[in-house]
Each structure stands twice: as structure tokens, then as C-alpha cells.
């Protein structure tokens, strides 16, 4: 039986008066499975052609503290005390910084991994 998930994409925007950015994860949430995960992917060298001056470091070092708090680990801090639901919606949270995430999405599923996996590559991997 398929069950409602939300999934919202994480966004690197290194200069954030220009508008640009580029798709660099995927959450997914599936409250009925109890499911939150990210998944990311940084293309140094895309990126670059965005901004040259892109700090990599801090921009992977923010993405694995986003998949931190998706696990809900505790060195992700005071969010790894809430609820999944919670998690996500913090996650997914309008903010102004070099990862942002798109609005959230829906759909229904019977495999939240298997959508990570999907919208991971038709999403966030280059076209290959």
C-alpha cells in the first residue's frame, strides 16, 4: 500500500544576490514509515562556474550537518531531540545561507529509500 512522502531539494547558492544555485541533495520524509533521510552530492567544479571564490569546505561541511540532523544523531545538537516531522520541517525552513532547500513536494510511495535514490539521480547527479 503507498503512503504519502515529502521530499524537498537542497540548494547551494553561493552568492545569494545573484538567485543562482544548484541542486545539491534530496530529503525525504514519510511519516506512516517514520523515514527521514538526505542525500548529497557536490560538484566542486560546476559549482565553481557559479562562483569561483565558493568555499567547498564550508558548503560540504553545512550538507553533512543537514544529514546529521536527518538522523537525528546527537552531535547534530538541540534538533536531534525533536521529531522526525520536526527535523523536516526544520530542515526545509525558508533561510538565507549557502544551502537552502526548495518548497516541499509530495508524493506517494511504497519504498522511501528507493524515492531518495530516484530524485537523487534524476534531481541532483548531472545528466550522464
Not at 543537514?66 to 525552513?93: E, N
Not at 549557502?98 to 534524476?122: C, K, M, N, Y
Request: proline share 9%.
Amino acid at each position: 500500500m503507498p503512503h504519502v512522502f515529502e521530499y524537498a531539494l537542497l540548494r547551494a547558492v553561493p552568492r545569494q544576490e545573484r538567485g543562482e544555485f544548484m541542486n545539491v541533495g534530496v530529503i525525504v520524509y514519510c511519516a506512516p514509515l517514520d523515514f527521514l533521510c538526505a542525500k548529497t552530492h557536490v560538484d566542486g567544479e560546476r559549482l565553481r562556474a557559479l562562483d569561483p571564490a565558493l568555499d567547498l569546505e564550508v558548503l560540504e561541511a553545512s550538507l553533512r550537518h543537514l544529514a546529521t540532523s536527518c538522523d537525528g544523531a546527537p552531535a547534530a545538537g538541540p534538533v536531534s531531540r525533536t521529531t522526525i516531522g520536526q527535523r523536516f520541517r526544520w530542515l526545509t525552513a525558508p533561510r538565507s545561507t549557502i544551502v537552502q532547500t526548495s518548497p516541499a513536494h509530495t508524493g506517494w510511495t511504497d519504498d522511501p529509500s528507493a524515492e531518495v535514490t530516484r530524485l537523487f539521480e534524476a534531481l541532483v547527479l548531472p545528466p550522464g
